[in-house]
């Protein structure tokens, strides 16, 4: 990874991450399992499941000097399948506890929105308001770790701590034909209905797979942002990953 100018390499370890349930389960805390997944349960409520991560504030002499910010989040899928997908969220609301939030006391969470597989049962709220998407990350069937670019999301946390969420989302409406030749053409069911949940691995795990970490990328002396642009790293390992560079 080429960055600008010599500078160093710091790791955030992660402050708190918590499984939220809805549903039956949606005033019950999950912070110190083990075990922690996000599922769009098409057919019930009660298995529909989110991840919240947070890390502690970066200082106002650090964020001035930070060229590049990267969450490394492991994951794998729930049950031994590949490419399952959930979406990973930027979040202005950073007041939650480990030991006390639910799925109820989220503050970019839906209530009561009925079980399905279309995009009007998607459970996110406030995106573009107080809620920015990241990217969309891919879980194999083993612990694998991603890497998304955060940077732009932590700068504009102004010195507040940082939090992210893990969502599984119907990522369609529309019947899919799978061949494009009309006589051939298999219809599937309308909507999207994933065959598996992503798992993260929380501070608990007994897997021994590290959590969630903030890799910052730090240069020597303060830097103008206004004058650099955004250039894709063409590496399929680090999907949703990006280096900043120069103009």
């Known amino acids: 990874l080429s960055l600008r100018e010599t500078g160093s390499t710091r790791m955030i370890e992660i402050e708190a991450d918590a499984m939220v349930v809805d549903g039956i ?3 019950t805390n999950y912070g110190t399992s083990p075990e922690a997944l996000t599922r769009n349960d098409p057919d019930s409520r009660d298995q529909r499941a989110a991840v919240l991560l947070k ?8 964020r001035n000097r930070l060229e590049l910010a990267i969450l490394a989040i492991p994951v794998s899928s729930t049950n031994d399948v590949r ?3 959930a979406n990973l969220y930027g979040l202005e609301d950073t007041t939650w506890e480990e030991d006390s939030i639910t799925w109820a006391t989220t503050h970019n969470l839906k209530q009561n929105v009925p079980a399905g597989n279309e ?5 996110m709220l406030g995106l573009g308001i107080d809620a920015k998407m990241l990217g969309r990350i891919t879980a194999p069937a083993s612990a694998t770790t991603r890497f998304i670019d955060v940077t732009d999301y932590l700068r504009s946390q102004n010195g507040a701590a940082s939090a992210f969420l893990l969502l599984q989302e119907p990522r369609w409406d529309i019947d899919i034909r799978v061949s494009e030749v009309p006589q051939d053409w298999n219809e ?3 909507g999207d209905t994933q065959p598996a949940g992503v798992r993260y691995y929380p501070r608990e795990n007994t897997d021994g797979v590290a959590p969630a970490q ?4 730090e ?7 206004t004058s650099w642009s955004m250039t894709t790293i ?3 390992n680090l999907r949703g990953m990006e280096q900043a560079t120069g103009s």
Do not use: K
């Not at 890390?55 to 650090?62: A, K, N, R, T, V």
């Not at 240069?219 to 942002?225: A, F, G, M």
């Open 55 to 62: 890390f502690s504030p970066i200082p106002q002499s650090e």
């Open 188 to 190: 599937l069911p309308r």
């Open 83 to 85: 490419d399952i997908e």
């Open 214 to 217: 903030l890799i910052l990328y």
């Open 219 to 225: 240069s020597v002396t303060p830097l103008d942002y």
């Open 234 to 236: 063409a590496d399929p």
């Open 119 to 123: 995009i009007h049962n998607s459970a």
């Open 25 to 27: 389960h949606r005033d």
